[in-house]
């Protein structure tokens, strides 16, 4: 069956960094566009990056531009969010989605907490 698994979520100083993973199963992983999702406590989900089926297209939320940077490879069926210089709003659930058309799937997300 098809399967996301995010990993890499934790605890965080103001200014760090993390590395978010996204294990893919169950489909063909290279026909998909990817995305990272995130939502914040008592916000609503919004979209953090995206990165097309060959990784020759991304695109960012304006509030991660220049500090996250998303990435895949095709080999690992794996996208990655690489989080820099990170700040306390950046605290939230983190979930990778997968779409092709009207298909799409959801992980279940791996939480992230930014404080001192």
């Known amino acids: 069956q098809v399967q996301l698994v995010e990993s890499g979520g934790g605890l965080a100083q103001p200014g760090g960094s993390l590395r978010l993973s996204c294990a893919a199963s169950?489909?063909?992983?290279?026909?998909?566009?990817m995305s990272w999702y995130r939502q914040a406590p008592g916000k609503g989900r919004e979209l953090v990056a995206g990165?097309?089926?060959?990784?020759?297209?991304?695109n960012y939320a304006d509030s991660v531009k220049g500090r996250f940077t998303i990435s895949r490879d095709n080999a690992k069926n794996t996208v990655y969010l690489q989080m820099n210089s990170l700040k306390p709003e950046d605290t939230a659930v983190y979930y990778c989605?997968?779409?092709?058309?009207?298909?799409?799937?959801w992980g279940k997300g791996t939480l992230v907490t930014v404080s001192s």
């Open positions: 169950g489909f063909t992983f290279e026909m998909y566009a």
């Open positions: 989605k997968a779409g092709m058309g009207f298909k799409e799937y």
């Open positions: 990165i097309s089926s060959d990784g020759g297209w991304t």
